[in-house]
């Protein structure tokens, strides 16, 4: 597996473009990766960060192989930038229960509704903070992790919710020759995690956790808990 950050300039059309739409942005990443648009391990996921004014937007990508950027690097990249491609497999296999890392995570919390016996539910998104926090924290235990503690609170507290978008765009529905419209709740969570199974977390990182996963959500990613 392989993580490959990108730094895009919103500044430059092509890059509003991408950034302006998840469909867009779906259709550069596969061809950028060559991904598999399944549902499981070898998949390919993608985030994006930042887009406050004046600065340059990160582009995250988990694939099985290193992706190709080139084209994406000249037609939307920040100047004097390229992209890092990190062999992320070494990182995975020295998870281990017990350890402690910072994690970000872009999901779309959502749950499904009956609609009676026999016909699928409907399917909605979580639209208040509470909601989409305890959303993360029911299923953190299924994914292989908990939460740490922050300033004497109670460990669930320390998710924090702290940006949320809700896209809407249309796709394209070939049974129906129409465009369905599409409405995302992505919602970043960010927070400190204790490994609790290390194998289910490293399922986790690799096939996405949520749903949209094409659309730029799923992907968590770990890094060192800063001591200060």
Not at 140 to 148: Q, S
């Amino acid at each position: 597996m392989f993580l490959t950050k990108i730094e895009l300039d919103p500044a430059r059309r092509l890059a509003r473009k991408y950034l302006g739409s998840p469909q867009v942005m779906h259709a550069v990443v596969l061809k950028a990766t060559g991904g598999d648009d399944g549902d499981g391990p070898g998949r390919v996921l993608w985030r994006v960060d930042g887009r406050a004014r004046g600065t340059t937007a990160s582009l995250y990508l988990l694939s099985p192989s290193e992706p190709d950027c080139s084209q994406i690097v000249e037609e939307a990249g920040a100047a004097g930038e390229q992209a890092r491609a990190l062999d992320y497999s070494p990182f995975l296999e020295r998870l281990g229960a017990g350890q402690q890392w910072a994690f970000r995570l872009a999901a779309n919390p959502s749950y499904s509704a009956s609609r009676g016996p026999g016909v699928r539910g409907r399917r909605y998104g979580h639209v208040t903070v509470e909601q989409q926090r305890q959303w993360l924290v029911a299923r953190a235990p299924g994914y292989g992790f908990g939460f740490v503690p922050v300033d004497d609170e109670e460990a669930d507290a320390s998710v924090v919710v702290v940006r949320r978008e809700r896209p809407v765009f249309g796709r394209e529905n070939p049974t129906r020759r129409a465009r369905d419209r599409v409405t995302i709740n992505r919602t970043v969570y960010e927070g400190v995690l204790r490994v609790t199974d290390a194998e289910a977390l490293r399922r986790a990182l690799v096939a996405g956790i949520g749903r949209s996963k094409a659309y730029g959500c799923g992907l968590m990613t770990l890094a060192r808990v800063r001591r200060d």
